[in-house]
C-alpha cells in the first residue's frame, strides 16, 4: 500500500481552520478512501474569531462563544496540538514540538509532508517603548480579552477603596494605542461597560474615568473611509474619550504614560494595538518573503517559484487583480482571507488530481466598526453609515460570517439575553491564578511564637 499524500497546515487560524475545513469537503473521497491525510499543527485547540474579542471583553459574548473547538469542526483531520519551529520546504519537512514533546523532554520531531499550506497569522507588531513589556497588554486573543476586562473592574475596586488620590487617579486612567480596528472597538466597547459599571460605585462616577486613544497618523480607522473616521473621532470624543492623533507613546515606565506631544500622567492600564507583524516562523523556512517578512504568493495562492507550498492571510503577499495600481497586494484582513481559503482550498485538490488552478480576485466590499452598544461606523459598497444602522450592520456582517450554526446561535442568544437584562460586571480575575487560593490553603501553618531570645 502506498502511503497517504500528508496536506500540513500550519495554524488553526482563520485561514488554517477554513482551509482545513474546505479541503475536507473538497477531498471527502479522497479521506474516505485513505489517499489523502490532513494535519493542522496549531498552538491551540480553537480558532478565535477575533472581531468578537471586543464584546467579549465587554461581556456581551461568552468567551466559549468566541472560538471554535477545531477537533470539533473539522473531524476529518488530525489535530496537532503543537508549535512548528522550522520548514525546510525543499526536503517536505517541518520541525516542531508538541505537548507531549515537551512533557517527554524528547525535544522537536519531524513531520514530513507533501502539501504545504503555511497560515501561522502574526503576532502583535511592538517597538522598544520603555516599559511596553513590563505593563502593557496586547487585545489579540481571547485570554488577554478576558483578562483585560477583568483587569478594568479591579481599577475601579482599587480606586474605589483607595485614599490615596495618585493610586485613584492611576487607577481610573486608561490608555490604548493603536487607532485600527481593534484599539477603536475594544476602547469604545470597554468605555461602554466600565462607564455602565459605575452606577454600582457609590464613589465613581462616569466622568472620573479616563480614556486615551493614541494614534500616530492624523485618522483613526482608515478603512471606513475619512469622513466616517471624522464622524468616529467626533462620536469618541463626545463621550470624553481623549483622541490623541498624530502623537506616540514615548514611554510607559514605572506606570506612568509619556506622550511624544509632551502630555504625562500615571496609569495602571497600557494597551498596545499598534498592528502586527507576521509570525516568527516565516524567518525560518526556505520559502521566499518580500520587505515585510511575508511569503511571496501568486494570484493563485501558491508560493512564488515554489511547488507543493501554499499561503494565505496575514502571512501572505497576495497581488490584488481587481486593483489598477501596479503591484498592489490584497490587505492583510479578515474579508480577504476568508475568501482565500476557498480558492486556496480548491486548488490544491485541483493540483493533487491534476487539474488547471484558479486565480484568486476580490473586490473590498467595504468596512464595518462598532463604537460601542447601538454606535458604530460603516462604509460598504460606497454607502456611508454611521450610529444604530452601522452598528446592526456590524452584528449582523460578523453573525453570518462565525462559522458553525451552534455559535451562531449561542451568540445570537446572548445578544438577545443581554438586551433584556442588564449586564454582568463581575471580574473573574482569579480564573488566572486557579492554584493561588488551594496554595494558601496547603501552606504550613506559621509559627505560633516568634524565635527565643539567644
Known amino acids: 500500500m502506498t502511503e497517504p499524500a500528508r496536506i500540513l497546515v500550519v495554524g488553526g487560524g482563520y485561514v488554517g481552520m477554513y482551509t482545513a475545513l474546505r479541503l475536507q469537503r473538497q477531498l471527502k473521497a479522497e479521506l474516505r478512501a485513505g489517499s489523502v491525510e490532513i494535519v493542522v499543527v496549531t498552538p491551540d485547540p480553537y480558532m478565535t474569531y477575533q472581531p468578537f474579542l471586543p464584546e467579549a471583553a465587554a461581556g456581551s459574548i461568552s468567551p466559549r462563544h468566541v472560538v471554535v473547538p477545531l477537533r470539533r469542526v473539522l473531524d476529518k483531520c488530525r489535530i496537532t496540538i503543537g508549535e512548528v519551529h522550522a520548514v525546510d520546504h525543499a526536503k517536505r519537512t517541518a520541525t516542531l514540538s508538541t505537548l507531549a514533546t515537551e512533557e517527554e523532554g524528547s525535544g522537536n520531531v519531524e513531520l514530513t509532508y507533501d502539501e504545504l499550506v503555511i497560515a501561522p497569522g502574526s503576532i502583535s507588531r511592538t517597538l522598544p517603548v520603555p516599559g511596553l513589556a513590563d505593563y502593557a497588554i496586547g487585545f489579540k ?178 497581488p490584488d487583480q481587481t486593483s489598477d495600481v501596479d503591484g498592489a497586494l490584497c490587505a492583510p484582513n479578515a474579508q480577504h482571507a476568508v475568501r482565500q481559503t476557498k480558492v486556496l482550498a480548491e486548488n490544491v485538490a485541483a493540483s493533487l488530481r491534476g487539474q488547471p488552478l484558479k486565480e484568486y480576485a476580490h473586490s473590498y466590499a467595504g468596512s464595518v466598526a462598532s463604537l460601542g452598544l447601538h454606535k458604530g461606523v460603516a462604509h460598504v459598497y460606497g454607502r456611508k453609515l454611521k450610529g444604530y444602522p452601522a452598528w446592526f450592520m456590524h452584528r449582523a456582517y460578523h453573525l453570518s460570517r462565525v462559522p458553525t450554526f451552534n455559535r451562531k446561535a449561542r451568540v445570537l442568544a446572548e445578544w438577545t439575553l443581554s438586551g433584556l437584562f442588564k449586564r454582568e460586571i463581575v471580574s473573574l480575575g482569579s480564573l488566572e491564578h486557579p492554584r493561588a487560593e488551594f496554595e494558601l490553603a496547603a501552606a504550613p501553618p506559621p509559627p505560633k511564637n516568634g524565635p527565643k531570645p539567644g
Open 141 to 318: 486573543t481571547v485570554e488577554e480579552a478576558i483578562g483585560l476586562r477583568n483587569h478594568v473592574i479591579e481599577q475601579m475596586d482599587i480606586a474605589s477603596s483607595t485614599r490615596d488620590p495618585g493610586l485613584r487617579d492611576a487607577a481610573l486612567t486608561f490608555v490604548f494605542v493603536g487607532g485600527g480596528y481593534a484599539g477603536v472597538e475594544a476602547l469604545a466597547e470597554l468605555e461602554d461597560m466600565a462607564r455602565y459599571t459605575a452606577r454600582y460605585y457609590h464613589n465613581i462616577k462616569p466622568e472620573d474615568l479616563r480614556w486615551v486613544l493614541v494614534e500616530a497618523s492624523n485618522r483613526i480607522l482608515p478603512e471606513v473611509g475619512e469622513k466616517m473616521g471624522t464622524y468616529a473621532i467626533r462620536e469618541l470624543r463626545g463621550r470624553n474619550i481623549d483622541v490623541r492623533l498624530e502623537t506616540r507613546l514615548d514611554s510607559c515606565e514605572d506606570r506612568v504614560a509619556v506622550l511624544s506631544d509632551g502630555s504625562r500622567f500615571p496609569t495602571r492600564t497600557v494597551v498596545w494595538t499598534a498592528g502586527v507583524k507576521p509570525a516568527p516562523v516565516l524567518a525560518s523556512t526556505d520559502l521566499p518573503l518580500d520587505e515585510r517578512g511575508r511569503i511571496k504568493c501568486t494570484a493563485r495562492l501558491t508560493v512564488e517559484g515554489v511547488e507543493h507550498a501554499w499561503a494565505a492571510g496575514d502571512a501572505a503577499s497576495v
